[in-house]
DNA sequence: TAGATTGTTAATCGATTAACAATC
DNA sequence: TAGATTGTTAATCGATTAACAATC
């Protein structure tokens, strides 16, 4: 397979969305130039993204929406469930937990790992939260897909370090801290204070 | 001055970060290689990035840490107080409201709305939390400079409108919802399923 | 001075868009 | 068939990187 781009995989996750959209619409198919209009780009984009994968469409009618946004899914891999793990559970792995559109979407915690005796011990829903020293095991014996770090940032390092060892193969990232991983190690981060700063930048000008 | 892309601004945010903390570890002078080398790019990224906004380094030297943070600040915005409304007083909301870093970089809530009326007349911190019917009126007479919205998708459209109204120039939108603004009001989107269906994506190759 | 490192220009790389033959 | 729209190639645009003169 060609090598796929970062930026082609987002904008198949907002295709994604809004062929769910247009399906619970009523909207049977759809053309690469509505659906370019919807995400805010040009149709000459959404096809080629497309055409990466194969051929879905038919000259002269468009898309069916269900048949794509089935192969959406395939190509996301969406259509299987993925295991998480939490660490850190502040408010915002709490928020993080109780997000509906992750487990709509196929993406459960199975485990949340704190470091404060208050919270080790106490449940979410049916999940214990377990102390953090613990994870490694833990995680050995019950591996997750993807780890959710939500710690303050210097926890972040040591946590990405067990996480390796461990064998996780995914991990998303919301501690504002410069990580690396090895090869065959996919790590995303979420940095919720640099979307503030570009605003303000701009908002500056 | 030349049109900045989003990318360097991003980049410029991380930078500050990586200075706050050299900072902090009391190193006094900083190479762009050093710096490349923290931020996981290359030194003439660094270099670029820089040169559109002036010069900040010595020949031969390197820059100064504290001078090239505090003009990074200057850039950004950093050096004020930047006002905030939020949408949406669940979790996620919850999450934002009390996240340290934002009061830290200057940026603070002032006001909270929810149509929750369980929610409607109690106070987070000494922020009351208003019917959101009444957001307008309340923008109206009491700005902001940006507005976050942490609702439901369906939710997000209406807010943005009378947003645009109330004259409020940035919008940090977590909601799933395309949405488009008009010229001189700047949209930022976190999608976080986006972040965990590119992790899905790459783990299922 | 000699070594180090910036600031900037030119070259490269990769992503987006335009254009159009294929075809429903 | 005629009009519409895909899939794909080539052209364009913009971002990144290499290279190096300037200079501390």
């Known amino acids: 397979m060609e090598k796929i781009s970062e930026f082609t995989v987002r904008r198949l996750s907002n295709y994604y969305r ?4 247009l399906e619970k619409r009523g909207i049977p198919t759809v053309s690469s130039a509505r659906l370019a209009e919807l995400g805010g780009i040009t149709s000459a ?5 497309l055409s990466y994968f194969g051929n879905f469409g038919t000259r002269g009618l468009g898309y069916s ?6 192969a959406i899914v395939e ?3 969406l259509n299987r469930q993925w295991t998480m793990a939490l660490f850190g559970a502040g408010s915002l792995g709490h928020a993080l937990f109780f997000h509906e559109g992750f487990r709509e979407d196929g993406f459960y915690f199975k485990h949340v790992f704190d470091v404060d005796p208050k919270k080790v011990g106490t449940k979410w829903n ?9 994870a490694e095991e833990v995680l050995r014996r019950d ?4 780890a959710v770090v939500a710690t303050p940032p210097e926890a972040a390092t040591d946590i990405i370090e067990l996480l390796v060892r461990a064998g996780t193969k995914g991990i998303l990232n919301f501690a504002p801290t410069q990580l690396t991983v090895p090869d065959g190690v996919w790590l995303r981060n979420v940095n ?3 979307a503030l700063e570009s605003l303000s930048f701009y908002l500056s000008m």
């Open 75 to 77: 190509i996301l891999g």
């Open 192 to 194: 919720l204070a640099v």
């Open 18 to 21: 809004i062929l769910l959209d």
């Open 45 to 49: 984009q959404v096809r080629k993204d």
């Open 126 to 134: 049916d999940v214990d939260i377990t102390h953090q020293r613990n």
């Open 143 to 146: 591996p997750v897909h993807i």
């Open 65 to 70: 929406v269900t048949e794509l946004k089935n």
